[in-house]
């Protein structure tokens, strides 16, 4: 199956497959958010400027993907999701009103078990918070990438000094919220310095753990960069994981998965570019639970899982799939309305590199 698929069709399968769909099986909803209020130099996953698009972004909101979300209605009523993502871009670019317009327009919203919100926390308040709080999310990503002023110039991103994270991160702790920050490795004006770099994020997840408490910490070596050289790269990655591995001595952190710190060779080859999940107050069985929100993953994970994505703006296309199947993106290139191409099954292959026995 290959090609354009109109809306009523689409609706057709969805309808087959929900009532179709096995036990083992997720039912998973993305919202994309394809808007950015600036564009930090490292990211793959850039919005458009928000500032170029004023008119669109607030259409985007008020309009289009509430319009959206109505077409698929019928779905969200028959099962209600396991799980929902607001991705981005920068979901907090939205106003209050906004994020209450559109939660309210998705049907059954309070009772999805799993809701999962991606924040610039410098586009946060008090009210946004406590919005979030009363529609029951269980999970909150802050976009930290560095507590360094230094390298947060160096790729074009605020500082934190103007507002109360800590105290941020601390409503969403105490009303049950998980909160993961997101660190960077590799992305400072020393990135290729490993004494500077790796010491600098070191740095970053001790005053993390220290000083504000989140539930995880999440750490993204920055891909584009280790691949521009592999022997590099996987030199960079080693040192990496030392690192964590001798912080984790102190601090017991919870791990998804070992693999991801594993110091064998074969494995920093395989995997150089994946990011490291660590549980700062969590174990290691809560941090795999908590980080199950299948809702952006592959098809050919396991379990099966099933994604109906919604939105999507010029290059910010999120894709949908059922199980190992089919997926399809939407297609909406200048915020007049959503088309949907099938395009067959989406496979994700690891790099094999190969001669890197210096490791």
């Not at 995880?216 to 030392?242: C, N, Q, V």
């Not at 795999?288 to 296309?317: I, M, W």
Request: proline fraction near 4%.
């Amino acid at each position: 199956m290959k090609g354009f698929i109109s809306e009523k069709e689409l609706l057709n399968l969805w309808e087959k497959k929900l009532s179709s769909i096995r036990d083992e099986e997720s039912f998973n909803l993305y919202i994309d958010n394809p808007f950015c209020v600036q564009q930090c130099a490292y990211c793959k996953h850039t919005g458009s400027l928000k500032r170029d698009y004023e008119d669109d972004f607030s259409k985007y909101y008020e309009e289009i993907l509430p319009a959206q979300i109505k077409i698929f209605s019928s779905l969200l009523k028959k099962k209600i999701p396991d799980t929902v993502y607001f991705g981005g871009g920068t979901p907090s670019a939205m106003s209050f009103s906004q994020m209450k317009n559109v939660f309210s327009s998705i049907p059954n919203f309070k009772k999805i078990k799993k809701k999962a919100f991606e924040c610039n926390p410098n586009l946060l308040n008090k009210e946004k918070i406590k919005l979030l709080i009363e529609n029951n999310f269980t999970y909150v990503s802050f976009g930290i990438q560095s507590l360094d002023k230094d390298v947060l110039d160096y790729n074009r991103r605020d500082n934190y000094e103007k507002i109360p994270l800590k105290d941020y991160i601390g409503k969403f702790e105490k009303e049950g919220v998980r909160v993961n920050c997101d660190l960077m490795a590799f992305i400072g004006e020393y990135k290729d310095n490993p004494s500077i770099e790796i010491k600098r994020v070191e740095k970053d997840i001790v005053g993390l753990v220290k000083t504000y408490r989140p539930s995880m910490i999440t750490i993204y070596p920055e891909s584009g960069f280790l691949r521009e050289d592999k022997i590099r790269g996987a030199y960079l990655s080693r040192k990496l994981r030392e690192m964590i591995l001798k912080l984790d001595k102190k601090h017991n952190f919870g791990h998804q998965d070992e693999f991801l710190l594993s110091l064998n060779k074969d494995d920093i080859l395989r995997g150089m570019e994946i990011c490291y999940h660590l549980g700062v107050s969590l174990s290691s069985e809560e941090l795999r639970e908590t980080k199950k929100y299948d809702s952006s993953g592959p098809p050919n994970q396991s379990p099966v899982q099933n994604c109906l994505a919604l939105g999507g703006f010029k290059h910010h296309r999120p894709w949908s799939y059922h199980g190992r199947d089919f997926v399809y993106h939407n297609l909406n290139e200048e915020n007049t309305g959503f088309s949907y191409f099938i395009t067959g099954e989406k496979e994700k292959k690891r790099p094999v590199f190969t001669n890197m026995d210096f490791i």
